[in-house]
């Protein structure tokens, strides 16, 4: 399977940067999800890519082959990147059987007849549709369909699998049902996919490598659950994760011990990084999962670190968020269990662990993670 490589790449709309100076490597074999809001310039890298899209400059490589250069005066045509494209509508032919929605590219192709028969029973069986082989796309279910489109974009044995939002017309339980076997697809085919969503959950759940991107310039590229635990800045800190991180705005002074000091409108702490750094800002913001508040049920003051109220309680079974007020200050915390907790009940909560993230305020960037103790 060949590497991907984007130099340089930028897409202009007028006077507007849809993607700004894009450096991509995406190894062979990965999964690699573009993630981000609407109109961040996901789809549109992966249309560059695909050769849907004409780079304003830049550079794309395909395996040992250029198909696009600005500079040299080369762009070579989406059907001659072997690439598959799957698309958000599926876009199956009505009057086609599956198993003719299947062999009309092999066909296309001028593939025999006994090869095309293999190829498209050995994808009937991959994707688990040969009932269904002789049905119509009318015939099928939503997640059927997406199935059908997926073993079509897969027969000619693509290099890369390029996959925009093809999850968002099936139901919730659908989504996950599918997200199961785009993951073992991956496994199974060992091909290169690109994938763009502005779900983090599907990011997360699927993919090798996210890159992250907000107004056309990526803000970080890295695992999955790196971006969770370690992001590059306050935009990668807010977008992914569900409940959202706590964020508390703070004032920042070094101690001779290497901690620093933090001073909340709320509380007071100690923060202990977890590596040597240089503050160079007094005005911080505090990064706090929630899943790293931990509360006492309780009250005991002066024990738990900080007094707190329950704001709000939203038990859902196997887990509960917690919305908890600490003077004027509203932090959310996820406990992994289901509790009913009194609305205004008085309770302790503690921070837990030593992945609390500081941020600069003024640049946004991540400075440093750590413990942090309250004083």
Same mark, same amino acid.
């Given at each position: 399977?060949?590497?991907? !490589? ?22 062979? %074999?990965? *999964? ?6 609407? +109109? &961040? ?7 560059? !890519? ?12 395909? %395996? ?40 009309? +590219? ?109 107004? +056309?310039?990526? #803000? ?26 706590? *964020? ?32 160079? &800002?007094?005005?911080?913001? @505090?990064? @706090? ?5 931990? @509360?006492?049920?309780? *009250? #005991?003051?002066?024990? #738990? ?42 309770? +302790? ?27």
């Amino acid at each position: 399977m060949p590497e991907i !490589i984007l130099e340089n790449i930028t897409k202009m709309f007028g006077k507007t940067a849809a993607v700004d100076h894009l450096d991509l490597l995406i190894h062979s %074999g990965d *999964f690699i999800t573009l993630l981000g809001p609407s +109109g &961040c310039g996901k789809t549109t890298t992966l249309r560059m !890519i695909a050769g849907l899209e004409t780079p304003t400059e830049g550079k794309i490589t395909i %395996g040992d082959r250029v198909v696009f250069s600005s500079e040299d005066g080369i762009n070579i045509p989406p059907n001659k990147r072997d690439v598959g494209f799957l698309f958000q509508n599926y876009a199956l032919w009505p009057h086609m059987t599956v198993y003719q929605n299947i062999a009309f +590219g092999l066909e296309n192709l001028k593939w025999s007849k006994p090869d095309i028969e293999s190829r498209v029973a050995e994808l009937l069986a991959l994707l688990k549709i040969e009932p269904f082989s002789k049905r119509y796309p009318s015939e099928l279910s939503g997640g059927q369909q997406q199935r059908v489109a997926i073993a079509r974009t897969l027969a000619p044995n693509p290099k890369v699998l390029f996959l925009d939002e093809p999850l968002s017309n099936l139901d919730a339980k659908l989504r996950l049902e599918m997200r199961t076997e785009l993951k073992r697809l991956h496994l199974s085919t060992k091909a290169t996919f690109v994938y763009v969503t502005h779900d983090q959950l599907e990011a997360m759940t699927l993919s090798t490598k996210v890159c992250l991107m907000k107004n +056309g310039i990526m #803000q970080q590229y890295a695992p999955p659950l790196e971006v969770y635990s370690q992001p590059a800045n306050l935009f990668a800190a807010d977008f992914v994760g569900n409940p959202a991180m706590n *964020f508390i705005d703070a004032k920042a002074a070094c101690r001779p011990d290497g901690s620093v000091g933090l001073k909340a409108d709320s509380f007071s702490g100690v923060f202990m990084p977890d590596e040597k750094f240089k503050l160079d &800002c007094s005005d911080v913001v @505090i990064g @706090i999962r929630p899943e790293f508040i931990g @509360i006492h049920d309780e *009250f #005991q003051p002066g024990l #738990q670190g900080l007094d707190a109220t329950v704001y709000s309680n939203m038990p859902s079974g196997m887990e509960t968020t917690v919305k908890l007020k600490v003077g004027e200050t509203i932090l959310t915390s996820v406990i992994f269990r289901g509790v009913d907790y009194p609305v205004d009940k008085k309770v +302790g909560i503690s921070f837990l662990g030593d992945d609390i993230l500081l941020f600069d305020k003024e640049s946004g960037l991540k400075l440093v993670s750590g413990s942090l103790k309250t004083e």
